[in-house]
């Protein structure tokens, strides 16, 4: 019972890893991040991301252009960049450590320690990634509504607003994290039942007296 249960956690926290590792591989090159829709020129969309800026226009014509430099990019695209690039390295390391460790991986079956190990380092490693997707995803956003509700910003400047990139990351970082807390949890060892305590040995039959007669004690005093 404890076996199918580790084995079905197993498979659906490399699934959800797996899949947040994907996702967040996509969201760090998708040129989706922030959007934004011209009031003067309704027929163009403006989208943002960590290395592009695109226009899109009514014909379907998709023009992008990249970021000049990386130095005079906005701190928080900065940051992201790099915190996007560290969770997908470290979703790669997580799959690579935490696959030798499923429970269908025949080259280490005769070392169940090892195999826990590498579970364990690879959840941690999907978990690592997930915090890493989460907190660039998180700021990017926190600066779009401080700068969408600027007060000081007239009116008839445009406003930044959050692109599809921005949910697909958060659904990402939160796959990461699950996935991870899953195979972290199926490598822990389960506890064994205490085996029952032996019951108490009844004395031989042999060594009980005879009916109707009645032994002297040893050490007795003799009664004259």
């Known amino acids: 019972m404890a076996g199918s249960w580790r084995a079905k956690a ?8 797996l899949l947040g590792w994907v996702s967040s591989c996509v969201t760090t090159f998708l040129p989706l991040w922030k959007s934004l829709n011209l009031d003067l020129n309704e027929l163009e969309v403006w989208t943002m991301g960590l290395w ?3 226009i899109a226009q009514e014909e379907g014509v998709v023009e992008c252009r990249a970021h000049g430099s990386f130095l005079a990019l906005p701190p928080d695209l900065r940051i992201s960049r ?5 969770s997908n390295g470290l979703g790669l390391l997580g799959g690579l450590l935490a696959a030798p460790g499923l429970e269908g991986w025949r080259p280490c ?5 090892l195999k826990r190990r590498l579970l364990l380092a690879g959840g941690a490693a999907f978990g690592a990634a997930g915090m890493a997707t989460l907190a660039p995803v998180s700021w990017v956003a926190y600066n779009t509504v401080l700068d969408f509700w600027d007060d000081t910003i007239p009116d008839i400047v445009p406003r930044w607003e959050f692109g599809e990139a921005t949910f697909l990351g958060w659904f990402a ?14 490598a822990c060892p389960t506890r064994s039942p205490t ?3 032996p019951a108490c040995r009844q004395p031989p039959a042999a060594w009980a007296p005879a009916r ?3 032994p002297h004690p040893k050490n007795a005093d003799l009664v004259i």
């Open 173 to 186: 970082g939160a796959f990461l994290a699950a996935g991870g807390l899953l195979l972290a949890c199926s």
């Open 10 to 17: 197993q498979a659906g926290g490399m699934l959800l890893a």
């Open 82 to 86: 790099l915190l996007m690039c560290l």
């Open 52 to 54: 592009q800026v695109c």
């Open 195 to 197: 085996p029952p305590a």
């Open 109 to 113: 079956e005769d070392k169940p320690a």
């Open 212 to 214: 109707g007669h009645h």
